[in-house]
């Protein structure tokens, strides 16, 4: 996608709620992906969850799932049950569309998960 | 499970010095990337590297920023002549092929110029 939008610059959560993180991106491609990344304070970037632009289902990894909605262009991340460990930086991103297909990254939601 | 390894963790430099960034990608894997975060931004892509050959450069990397895989292993970032605004996060990642698998990121060289 040329564009990613994430408009929650920060967001706090109860433990053990859950919690939807927004993102839109824009996209002239027929094909395309979507990815959301965890960046703790520790500053390492952590694969969360894919979604594809042909995947027939809503992708899932344990905790995470994306709720894809491929009319409004909207890929936002669902985290289940929320734990304290799971207060960081949350990027939505996709690839360029360019052949090596370099992420373009959104701003980014700090999540605080208050005990 | 493989990983990207990125050295040094931290590095202090002078404005105007040249600096290296190297990183390990994993093995098997095919396309190479870094990227910059400065603090409290967002991430930004600068190059990727496929097949020995620069594929994509962003608008930051101009002439003072260059790549290498000299050995088959090891993947540098070079920036010849650092500025004050060049202080930021770099990160190293790889793929295998096809963007459906996980782009793998390194955790990150913290370069600092003063």
């Known amino acids: 996608a040329q564009k990613i939008t994430q408009t929650q610059p920060g967001m706090f959560v109860q433990e053990k709620e859950a919690v939807t993180l927004d993102c839109t991106y824009d996209t002239s491609d027929p094909s395309y992906g979507l990815f959301w990344y965890k960046q703790p304070s520790s500053g390492e970037m952590i694969f969360l969850i894919y979604?594809?632009?042909?995947?027939?289902q809503n992708a899932t990894e344990g905790r995470y799932s994306l709720n894809f909605q491929k009319a409004r262009k909207s890929a936002n991340l669902v985290i289940s049950a929320s734990q304290l460990g799971d207060s960081a930086m949350y990027f939505c991103a996709s690839p360029s569309g360019g052949g090596a297909d370099g992420l373009t990254f959104g701003k980014g939601t700090h999540l605080i998960i208050q005990p | 499970e493989p990983e990207v390894t990125q050295t040094p963790s931290h590095q202090v430099t002078q404005m105007g010095q040249e600096v290296i960034l190297r990183c390990v990608p994993i093995?098997?894997?095919?396309?190479f990337y870094w990227y910059r975060q400065i603090l409290g931004q967002k991430v930004e892509f600068l190059v990727s590297?496929?097949?020995?050959?620069?594929?994509?450069k962003s608008e930051i990397f101009d002439d003072q920023f260059s790549v290498e895989r000299p050995d088959g292993s090891n993947f540098t970032l070079k920036i010849r002549s650092t500025k004050l605004e060049d202080s930021a996060m770099y990160f190293c990642?790889?793929?295998?092929?096809?963007?459906?698998?996980?782009?793998?990121f390194g955790s990150g060289t913290r370069l600092t110029v003063v």
């Open positions: 590297f496929y097949n020995n050959e620069i594929s994509e």
């Open positions: 990642a790889s793929r295998w092929a096809g963007t459906g698998n996980g782009y793998t």
């Open positions: 093995s098997n894997h095919l396309y």
């Open positions: 979604q594809g632009s042909y995947d027939q």
